[in-house]
């Protein structure tokens, strides 16, 4: 595929450069300005693993590479070495841009500052030192994709092709070449050799950000491309800061080092006023909106807390909702029957059979099965104290895939990325059709059977008939029953 001007400049589901902006400014001033009072419950930094655990692992890393190469010494060779090592143990896209920069920054001390021994020296035992570091984390990798189903490295996001990284990049590649000549005008022209340097370096973080935005077509496949704007985008203000500081100083007669100092402070100012406001007002007021998307029912508690403090050894929990294994496995100590998508490394067939085996224990409709895979099941509260309805009903498909039908080019996945098609679900309908309708709980393994909101959404199985369980809690909307096998244990 060979995007026009239309895709390569606008996303998918784009109306127009003005709609564009309109959503920039509308994001922009929501984001800035603290006499907005909407309430912005997911702030960038909000989860604890990414990015808070990682960014400042990346700002380390690239603080090392600037200070080594502006001073290179063995105190920021072993830095770098350290920093971008554990970058491999942190997340995927960051240690390979700063990999990439390490690279690319090596072979141009090699090819033009090859005189400089000392340098190229400290260089060569900072690559070595790196090696070292990160080879645990390629052994392990190894290990892994011998033994796990490769259906897995789909769900996590996967786009495949030797396409060039033309889609909805038009903005990005521009804005690269606006920084690239405004470095040249602001520090490299008349700079002295430490300016002209470290030009060198932006320009060789820029260049990275192509190469990445590029690299399916070397490798024939990237893993979750949307997630290089993220990575890109702490260089790109980094750059754009060193820029406005060198024009400061190249042009005082325009721009008047304290004025812009304290324009600067008023703006920081106003962002960390926003975000304390935002916080204040969530925590004293929050949104009925936020209330309902972020609490649970005691009734839900209640059942989380019994499990905990009752069951031992990790029992397996058998439910037909994907949303309830997702809770059981990260608010208590069972271990779901029904595996999630992007935590199990079971192929994408196994989690699939469980799925339908799962829902025809609870005994759900071949017509809710197409419902939930197309998305289109509709919602209501079955019982006393719900929430999260819509994603149980809605989501029950990207927990089981994740990305798995996004196995495309990378053009195609930028654009407007692929879902599960009719033809598909049509196949999953006729294979749940010929399971056994007998089938029992009696010959499954699994310890436990959790019935609550989420499952009535489903179905209204009659469990308590069922010979092979037996009810050990009960409240006004959880029901969890032990399996016991025929002779009753």
């Not at 203000?237 to 008023?266: D, G, N, T």
């Not at 799925?355 to 019982?383: H, R, W």
Request: proline share 4%; with cysteine.
């Amino acid at each position: 595929m060979v995007p026009n001007l239309k895709q390569i400049f606008s996303d998918f589901d784009s109306s127009g450069i003005y709609s564009s902006f309109r959503e920039f400014q509308g994001y922009f001033v929501k984001q800035f300005w603290p006499l907005v009072n909407t309430q912005i419950e997911k702030l960038y930094l909000a989860r604890f693993d990414y990015p808070l655990l990682v960014v400042p692992v990346y700002l380390w890393c690239i603080l090392s590479l600037i200070c080594f190469w502006g001073k290179p010494s063995w105190r920021w060779a072993v830095s770098l070495s350290v920093s971008a090592g554990l970058l491999f143990y942190s997340y995927f896209h960051f240690w390979v841009f700063c990999v990439l920069a390490i690279i690319l920054s090596f072979l141009y001390t090699l090819i033009f500052l090859r005189s400089d021994r000392s340098m190229v020296k400290k260089y060569v035992v900072s690559v070595l030192i790196l090696i070292v570091i990160a080879s645990p984390y390629f052994i392990n990798f190894l290990s892994f994709s011998k033994v796990v189903d490769s259906s897995y490295f789909q769900r996590l996001g996967i786009a495949a092709g030797r396409s060039l990284g033309l889609a909805t990049l038009g903005y990005d590649y521009s804005f690269y070449i606006i920084l690239s000549i405004l470095i040249y005008l602001f520090i490299w022209k008349d700079g002295t050799k430490d300016k002209k340097n470290y030009a060198v370096l932006l320009w060789i973080f820029l260049i990275s950000m192509v190469i990445l935005w590029n690299v399916q077509v070397i490798t024939g496949f990237v893993p979750a491309p949307n997630n290089w704007k993220r990575t890109f985008s702490p260089i790109l203000y980094l750059i754009i800061f060193s820029l406005l500081h060198q024009a400061v100083i190249k042009k005082e007669s325009i721009f008047k080092p304290r004025k812009v100092a304290l324009v600067l402070f008023l703006l920081t100012s106003l962002v960390l006023v926003k975000k304390a406001v935002n916080i204040i007002d969530i925590f004293y007021y929050p949104e009925d909106r936020i209330i309902k998307n972020y609490s649970f029912s005691n009734n839900i508690l209640s059942s989380w807390n019994w499990i905990n403090n009752n069951l031992k050894d990790e029992p397996k929990i058998v439910s037909d909702s994907f949303l309830t294994s997702y809770y059981l496995s990260a608010y208590t100590s069972s271990r779901p029957f029904l595996p999630i998508g992007n935590a199990t490394t079971q192929s994408t067939r196994a989690i699939e059979e469980r799925y339908l085996l799962t829902n025809k224990l609870f005994n759900v409709s071949a017509n809710t099965i197409v419902s939930q895979l197309t998305g289109d099941m509709l919602y209501e509260c079955p019982s006393v104290g719900c929430s999260d309805l819509e994603v149980n009903a809605k989501k029950n498909k990207w927990f089981m895939y994740f990305h798995f039908f996004r196995n495309i080019p990378f053009n195609d996945y930028i654009l407007n990325p692929t879902e599960i098609t009719p033809e598909y679900i049509k196949n999953m309908a006729y294979r749940y059709s010929f399971l056994k309708e007998n089938v029992s709980f009696s010959n499954i393994d699994a310890d436990y059977v959790y019935f609550g909101p989420w499952e009535k959404q489903f179905s209204s199985p009659d469990f308590a008939h069922n010979k092979f369980l037996i009810p050990v809690f009960i409240n006004e909307s959880v029901k969890i029953y032990k399996k016991i096998d025929n002779n009753g244990k």
